[in-house]
C-alpha cells in the first residue's frame, strides 16, 4: 500500500488473501475498506474470492476424479516453470 491512505485494484487483489485471513493491521484494512467502498469491481473480486474458499473448501479428494487430479496438478507444476 503505497502512501497508506490508498490503494490501487492491483493492490486490493494482492493483499485480498490477508484481508480476509484478517492478516491485515487495522490501518490497512481501513485502507481496503475504504477503497471497497468506491470500487465496484473489487467488491465484486471480494465477493468471487469469498464464495471460491467457501466451494473449494467443501470439495473432499474423492470427489475429483483421478484423471482431473492428475491433469489439473500436472497443469499446477508446469506453471511454475
Do not use: N, W
Not at 484481508?19 to 473489487?42: F, N, P, R, T
Request: glycine residues 8%; aromatic residues 4%.
Amino acid at each position: 500500500m503505497a502512501d497508506g491512505t490508498e490503494i490501487s485494484c492491483q493492490e486490493v487483489v494482492e493483499v485480498v488473501t490477508d484481508y480476509l485471513e484478517g492478516k491485515l493491521s487495522d490501518q490497512e484494512v481501513a485502507v481496503v475498506e475504504a477503497h471497497l467502498e468506491l470500487c465496484d469491481g473489487c467488491r465484486r473480486y471480494l465477493d468471487q474470492m469469498r464464495i471460491t474458499i467457501a466451494t473449494v473448501g467443501r470439495i473432499e479428494d474423492t470427489d475429483v476424479p483421478p484423471d482431473l487430479r492428475a491433469t489439473l496438478l500436472a497443469a499446477f507444476r508446469g506453471r511454475g516453470r
